[in-house]
């Protein structure tokens, strides 16, 4: 492939003073139901306080700060984090572990969450035991920089911290109607509402589009099925999720579907077929080692927004998927994207790199 520049740059970053508890020797006490707003601009990791083989795929430390947490009594607490301000689309992301501070032997991993938006997001600790010191590390996702509340509680708030399915490598649809089923189930017998919330791609928080009321019919049984027609606002993939709610608030909301819808105004590309139109994102796949694992950040160079996220290992049957469908983003007047890779060779240490890849049209 050509057209591949690489960029070697420095972070430039607006001087910014540390949280107190940057280190974990200084982490925050935190006292149940207090809310706290904190930052992770400015902050840095201290590598032998933490083991990413511990957390596997789920996140890279770059500007981590630490909280402790003791529950006055057993039983299920949520971590509630609202009112995100980042620099990206990413957010943050939250680990929740026992053990002594600073000895990641003595680590045991109770959740480990990379959230992926701004939305106000809980994360549900069962089991905890009263009295017993939980640390919490709080991380900008991906190398996010952000502001946010932070709160220990016994009643969840916003939305549950589910990660998003990966976009369809796929050709969007040619219709702005689209139509959303989805089911109640039994087991939650106090939900009175459903929350149809939307997303765009590129949108840092979702919207509420509807509230739907769980209804029942004359024989006093509960509805089940559920469908809504909606309509997109434009061009673009959308991310929808539905949630059930209800009055009693001991009750956290549940999630029932997430779904990624797209639309176009070009004719969709069916499989085999070859589109002269149509724009694609082919990633370097053959850049790299044979069997390395490979991550992939694809976002807007312009204002660093978060594209698409991709991770696959360098085998033949996995080539395909380096073609990225990408003509929402040319339709938004991008004509190259910047991608951060990390390459994790079967051999060797892994490293790092920056890339300016064009968007490509096969057949021009």
Same mark, same amino acid.
């Given at each position: 492939?050509?057209?591949?520049?690489?960029?070697?740059?420095?972070?430039?970053?607006?001087?910014?003073?540390?949280? #107190?508890?940057?280190?974990?020797?200084?982490? *925050?006490?935190?006292?149940?139901?207090?809310?706290?707003?904190?930052?992770?601009?400015?902050?840095? =990791?201290?590598?032998?306080?933490?083991?990413? &083989?511990?957390?596997?795929?789920?996140?890279?430390?770059?500007?981590?700060?630490?909280?402790?947490?003791?529950?006055?009594? /057993?039983?299920?607490?949520?971590?509630?984090?609202?009112?995100?301000?980042?620099?990206?689309? *990413?957010?943050?992301?939250?680990?929740?572990? $026992?053990?002594?501070?600073?000895?990641?032997?003595?680590?045991?991993?109770? @959740?480990? $969450?990379?959230?992926?938006?701004?939305?106000?997001?809980?994360?549900?600790?069962?089991?905890?035991?009263?009295?017993?010191?939980?640390?919490?590390?709080?991380?900008?996702?991906?190398?996010?920089?952000?502001?946010?509340?932070?709160?220990? %509680?016994?009643?969840?708030?916003?939305?549950? /911290?589910?990660?998003?399915?990966?976009?369809?490598?796929?050709?969007?649809?040619? @219709?702005?109607?689209?139509?959303? @089923?989805?089911?109640?189930?039994?087991?939650?017998?106090? /939900?009175?509402?459903?929350?149809?919330? *939307? *997303?765009?791609?590129?949108?840092?928080?979702?919207?509420?589009?509807?509230? =739907?009321?769980?209804? &029942?019919?004359?024989?006093?049984?509960?509805?089940?099925?559920?469908?809504?027609?909606?309509?997109?606002?434009? =061009?673009?993939?959308?991310?929808?999720?539905?949630?059930?709610?209800?009055?009693?608030?001991?009750?956290?909301?549940?999630?029932?579907?997430?779904?990624?819808?797209?639309?176009?105004?070009? !004719? +969709?590309?069916?499989?085999?077929?070859?589109?002269?139109?149509?724009?694609?994102?082919?990633? +370097?796949? #053959?850049?790299?080692? &044979?069997?390395?694992?490979?991550?992939?950040?694809? $976002?807007?160079?312009?204002?660093?927004?978060?594209? !698409?996220?991709? %991770?696959?290992?360098?085998?033949?049957?996995?080539?395909? !998927? /380096?073609?990225?469908?990408?003509?929402?983003? &040319?339709?938004?007047?991008?004509?190259?994207?910047?991608?951060?890779?990390?390459?994790?060779?079967? !051999?060797? %240490?892994?490293? $790092?790199?920056?890339?300016?890849?064009?968007? @490509?049209?096969?057949?021009?």
């Amino acid at each position: 492939m050509t057209g591949v520049v690489l960029l070697v740059f420095g972070n430039i970053l607006a001087a910014r003073a540390q949280v #107190a508890n940057d280190n974990i020797e200084n982490r *925050r006490l935190l006292r149940a139901e207090e809310t706290i707003t904190s930052t992770t601009t400015g902050c840095t =990791v201290q590598p032998g306080c933490v083991d990413e &083989r511990l957390t596997g795929r789920c996140i890279e430390y770059h500007n981590d700060q630490w909280f402790e947490f003791r529950p006055p009594a /057993a039983g299920t607490y949520y971590v509630n984090i609202g009112g995100q301000r980042c620099r990206d689309v *990413r957010g943050v992301q939250l680990v929740v572990l $026992t053990g002594t501070p600073c000895e990641p032997a003595t680590y045991r991993i109770l @959740s480990c $969450t990379s959230f992926g938006t701004q939305d106000d997001l809980f994360v549900t600790l069962p089991n905890l035991q009263a009295g017993v010191p939980y640390l919490l590390d709080v991380d900008g996702y991906l190398k996010d920089y952000c502001t946010f509340t932070l709160q220990v %509680s016994g009643r969840a708030r916003g939305l549950p /911290a589910v990660p998003a399915p990966g976009i369809p490598n796929t050709s969007p649809g040619n @219709s702005r109607f689209i139509e959303l @089923s989805w089911e109640v189930p039994d087991s939650l017998p106090t /939900a009175t509402y459903c929350r149809v919330l *939307r *997303r765009e791609q590129r949108g840092f928080r979702a919207t509420e589009i509807r509230r =739907v009321p769980i209804t &029942r019919n004359v024989y006093g049984t509960r509805r089940a099925a559920y469908t809504l027609t909606d309509t997109l606002p434009g =061009v673009g993939q959308y991310f929808y999720q539905v949630v059930a709610e209800g009055d009693d608030a001991t009750e956290p909301p549940a999630l029932l579907r997430q779904q990624w819808v797209g639309y176009s105004l070009l !004719r +969709p590309v069916y499989a085999g077929a070859i589109d002269g139109g149509t724009t694609f994102l082919d990633l +370097p796949l #053959a850049r790299y080692p &044979r069997g390395a694992y490979v991550s992939f950040l694809v $976002t807007n160079p312009q204002n660093g927004n978060l594209l !698409r996220a991709l %991770s696959l290992t360098n085998q033949p049957g996995d080539v395909r !998927r /380096a073609r990225l469908y990408a003509q929402p983003w &040319r339709d938004a007047g991008l004509r190259q994207v910047a991608v951060d890779v990390t390459c994790r060779p079967v !051999r060797g %240490s892994a490293y $790092t790199e920056h890339l300016l890849l064009p968007l @490509s049209t096969p057949g021009y």
